[in-house]
């Protein structure tokens, strides 16, 4: 989205929770209880979608490929459902507890390697200098990838996807060279998996690869420009933060509340319900708009203030129940990181423009560019 959708999301609150899309095709569920309610019910599956996402990607690629690539998306934690969710779920959870554990350490040694801010005429984008090589340096670290081979691994990972809508890039062979980063994996998610010998398989370990680097990268880039955006527009919430640093964490929770960086989930019926009074038929698609739950006038008081001692803050930006983000405390402490680093200097910044990512699933910036001038 180039602008805002909260005023979109505002009318449509008023009028019901949950509203038929003719044009997706899908259900869009609004309001906090509902998607609360969808997000723990099992009859709303994420392995449902997978037939869909076949067919979508054989526009592009030939019927075989389209199957490889979606065989390789169903192993996914974003795409399973239990049995197979909750195996590979509880193989990944102690992981990212030992990751969450070290991280602190990683992040320190990874600010180190970010550019030191000087004044300057020049304009600095916050996006290319913090919000994207942290959270991907971070990612490839907690996998265990080795420092020689992230970058190539994240760029494998970048072609994998980009073989989804162009045939002339081979899909394949962007998951051997994958599968051989991952032979030499040391410690971390993978290699601990591997050394364990962990209840999951070889393909199942770089689906979810695939998916960690992709979706914990692209989240926490989007969490933390948003939440820097927010503060250059708010220097009230900057001079509390200077008096108190103890609020840092309860602004990380409201900017993922107030611009949450995945705005939509989505599942399909798995069996007729009802949710927010209308009832869903067996195989209906069904958006779960989180951006819109995170607002919810019903559930938050003054829903579209940046309010830096907002108690409780039960947002769902990081999803809820079973699907829970893994990666959430990861994202949460990085984002602290960067706001501590760069607190003392947002006063002498002001924000020259902000150039929003047009996707709809999301909310992130592509740019966020300030001029710097104590």
């Known amino acids: 989205m180039t602008g805002t959708p909260y005023d979109v999301y505002d009318a449509l609150h008023r009028r ?26 099992p009859a ?5 979608r997978l ?15 389209a199957r490889s ?9 974003e795409m399973s459902d239990p049995p197979a969710h909750s195996r590979i ?3 990944l959870r102690p992981q990212f507890h030992a990751a969450g554990v070290a991280a602190p350490a990683l992040i320190r040694e990874a600010m180190e390697g970010l550019p030191t801010l000087i004044p300057s005429t020049d304009p600095i984008d916050l996006m290319t200098a913090f ?22 691994f994240a760029g494998r990972v970048e072609l994998f996807l980009r073989h989804l809508s162009d ?9 051997e060279k994958l599968r051989e980063h991952l032979a030499t ?9 591997t050394d364990q010998l962990a209840p999951i398989s070889d393909d199942e370990l770089l689906a979810n690869a695939i998916l960690i680097v992709s979706a914990g990268h692209r989240t926490t880039s989007n969490l933390i420009g948003n939440l820097l955006y927010l503060l250059l527009q708010h220097r009230d919430v900057v001079e509390l933060l200077l008096a108190d640093l103890a609020l840092v964490p309860r602004v990380v929770e409201e900017a993922l509340r107030l611009e949450s960086p995945l705005q939509t989930l989505q599942r399909v019926a798995t069996r007729q319900t009802i949710l927010g009074g209308v009832t869903i038929r067996k195989c209906d698609s069904v958006t779960l708009v989180l951006g819109a739950a995170n607002r919810d006038p019903a559930t938050y008081d003054q829903c579209h203030n940046f309010d830096p001692r907002r108690q409780p803050n039960r947002h769902l930006a990081f999803g809820y129940g079973p699907h829970f983000c893994l990666g959430a405390e990861l994202a949460r402490l990085q984002a602290i990181a960067v706001v501590e680093h760069l607190l003392p200097l947002l006063p002498s910044m002001r924000l020259r423009s902000a150039v929003w990512n047009p996707q709809t699933a999301a909310r992130g910036l592509v740019h966020l560019i300030v001029d710097y001038s104590p």
């Open 185 to 193: 994996a040391d410690g971390g998610i993978i290699g601990n998996l």
């Open 44 to 48: 709303f599956s994420s392995a449902a």
């Open 69 to 77: 690539a979606a065989e390789v998306f169903g192993q996914q934690l």
């Open 89 to 91: 779920r509880g193989a």
């Open 131 to 152: 919000a994207i090589p942290l959270p991907q340096q971070i990612v490839l670290a907690t996998l265990g990838i080795p420092p020689a081979g992230r970058a190539d």
């Open 51 to 65: 037939a869909d996402m076949q067919h979508e990607f054989a526009q592009t690629l030939s019927a075989r490929r």
């Open 16 to 41: 019901a929770p949950v509203l038929w899309n003719p044009a997706a095709a899908s259900w869009m569920v609004f309001g906090y209880r509902d998607v609360t309610s969808a997000l723990r019910d």
């Open 167 to 175: 045939p002339t890039i081979s899909g394949s062979h962007a998951l």
